[in-house]
């Protein structure tokens, strides 16, 4: 992490003598394809003298990897890392320290950029801080290309079609709840698959569905991954989901 100077900005003063505080933007960069950074992202990246990002612990960041051509040389860089566990605890932690960073440099008039893979407020980290910091300082979102869109798009599967009910399941949930809803659904996106590959694997055979299943990993990354369900690897990592549709072709 740089260091950086206490410095305001030239429009941070006030008539009262307040500084005027920072604002924070919570920017999507997309799936991982850099192309698929919108242009009002790319102009806040690029214009950036403080950027931020998450990671796991000891990891590479996507964010920071996805945005990397943007950067601009001695930027000041904040690495927020956030476990990846069960327990809710030490993420919450994470981010209460991570906010304390960022507001401290809001506090000093200066903006903050904060990479978010995805879109910031779909299944994104940003969502953690912005409840810590939107009440104190000024935030802007700017959406980004979720990767259910990017999976669908890569897969060539259609999300949802006239008067479908489509629903997004977190692969995380109780066996019973995912059989339920997935009954309920005429299209489903089944997401943070990772080690609970097998058991939505065996619930989906159990209900006559997996032929009908497409796994897709890492869309729009190199290491893309696109293939039935019956021919997806043992093990999936976090940045990978199952498009599955129940129709036989209705938006035909």
Do not use: H, N, W
């Given at each position: 992490m740089r260091g950086f100077s206490r410095k305001t900005r030239a429009s941070g003063g006030s008539i009262s003598g307040k500084m005027k505080p920072g604002v924070l933007f919570g920017v999507g960069l997309g799936p991982g394809d850099p192309e698929l950074i919108t242009l009002k992202a790319a102009r806040l990246i690029g214009a950036a003298q403080v950027v931020a990002w998450p990671a796991a612990p000891g990891a590479e960041?996507?964010?920071?990897?996805?945005?990397?051509?943007?950067?601009?040389?001695?930027?000041?860089?904040?690495?927020?890392?956030?476990?990846?566990?069960?327990?809710?605890?030490?993420?919450?932690?994470?981010?209460?320290?991570?906010?304390?960073?960022?507001?401290?440099?809001?506090?000093?008039?200066?903006?903050?950029?904060?990479?978010?893979?995805?879109?910031p407020l779909f299944y994104g980290s940003f969502m953690y801080l912005l409840s810590r910091l939107a009440g104190r300082f000024p935030v802007e979102v700017v959406p980004g290309v979720t990767s259910l869109s990017a999976c669908a798009a890569r897969a060539g599967v259609p999300l949802a079609a006239r008067n479908e009910q489509m629903a997004v399941l977190p692969a995380p949930l109780p066996e019973a709840e995912l059989r339920r809803r997935i009954e309920a659904s005429d299209s489903v996106a089944i997401m943070k698959l990772g080690r609970h590959l097998p058991k939505v694997r065996a619930l989906l055979r159990d209900l006559g569905l997996e032929k009908r299943a497409i796994y897709v990993e890492r869309a729009t990354q190199a290491e893309e991954v696109i293939c039935p369900l019956s021919e997806a690897p043992a093990v999936a990592p976090y940045f990978s989901l199952i498009l599955l549709r129940k129709g036989d072709d209705p938006w035909l």
């Open positions: 960041s996507l964010a920071r990897a996805i945005a990397a051509g943007l950067i601009s040389p001695g930027v000041l860089e904040l690495r927020v890392e956030v476990p990846m566990t069960a327990e809710r605890a030490p993420a919450q932690a994470a981010y209460d320290a991570g906010a304390a960073e960022i507001g401290e440099v809001l506090a000093a008039g200066r903006d903050v950029v904060f990479l978010c893979e995805g879109d």
